[in-house]
């Protein structure tokens, strides 16, 4: 069943994977070892004609031994796991990143934020968050004018460590790559990290992983994963769509504003006769 498992794509999938293989193996052994007693005790000890029943009262070592093996063998497993478990998880653990990006969840679709030219990812506050603005840009912030926002589909580099900024606008959404074997919820109203370096070239799936409303099913994007000079080359074209964008907002003509004129009210003598 292990070979039914989507191929690793990250520097933490071998570990990841090694850690279920343990899992799945121990689970394996001990569900052959208990129902190989249980058919034997069914047979053993099955009814026949003139068997009469006994009362036993235990065996106090016996009962000591398979309290004391599952505690050692859990514990075992957690201390086995606890490195992989902040290393994946602990924000003490986050890498310095080569690529910072925030990726907001919104029933049903997936959008990410980029740093623009300047190479800063501007302010946010969830006070500025409206339809139009689902990342909460700071429009006082000059950093945050450049940045690049894209709903759908993604880039970035291999051999990279991306640090993302994980949220939702709505509900509950949970942030899945299963070749990368990274899942995160995304909170509305919180901010959580989460890293991967990935370490193949390709387009992977990026899905929701927590059920969300009626269209759950096709919440999903496309990250595409490209050689660092490709992933540049990408950068470069829509920083300068960006700027070219700013550019034609400064020179568009503001819209002229109305003054309303100030009407003196008419005096007693100036009102129409009356007919």
């Known amino acids: 069943m292990l070979e039914y498992l989507p191929y690793g794509a990250s520097t933490i999938a071998p570990g990841h994977d090694k850690l279920f293989a343990l899992l799945y193996y121990l689970s394996v052994l001990i569900f052959t070892l208990v129902n190989v007693v249980f058919l034997y005790f069914v047979i053993r000890y099955r009814h026949k004609p003139g068997r009469k029943a006994y009362y036993y009262h235990g065996n106090n070592l016996l009962e000591f031994t398979w309290t004391l093996l599952p505690t050692i063998l859990f514990a075992g497993l957690g201390l086995y796991s606890d490195d992989m478990w902040r290393q994946m998880k602990y924000a003490s653990r986050l890498p310095n990143p ?128 490209q050689s660092e000079a490709d992933f540049n080359k990408w950068m470069d074209e829509k920083n300068k769509a960006k700027l070219a964008t700013l550019e034609a907002e400064k020179t568009e003509p503001q819209p002229a504003q109305v003054v309303a004129a100030t009407v003196p009210a008419k005096s007693a003598e100036q009102s129409p006769a009356t007919h």
């Open 98 to 225: 080569d690529v910072e990006i925030d990726v907001v969840g919104q029933a049903f679709a997936w959008s990410a934020r980029y740093p623009g030219a300047d190479g800063i990812l501007g302010r946010r506050h969830d006070k500025f968050r409206t339809a139009n603005n689902l990342f909460g840009i700071d429009p006082s912030d000059p950093n945050g004018k450049d940045d690049i926002t894209m709903t759908g589909e993604f880039n970035l580099p291999v051999n990279k460590n991306v640090v993302v900024h994980l949220s939702a606008v709505d509900v509950l959404h949970s942030f899945f790559l299963p070749n990368f074997r990274v899942k995160q919820d995304a909170v509305p109203g919180s901010w959580i990290s989460v890293w991967f370096n990935g370490t193949r070239a390709g387009k992977f799936e990026l899905a929701c992983a927590e059920l969300c409303g009626s269209g759950h099913y096709n919440m999903r994007a496309v990250l595409n994963m």
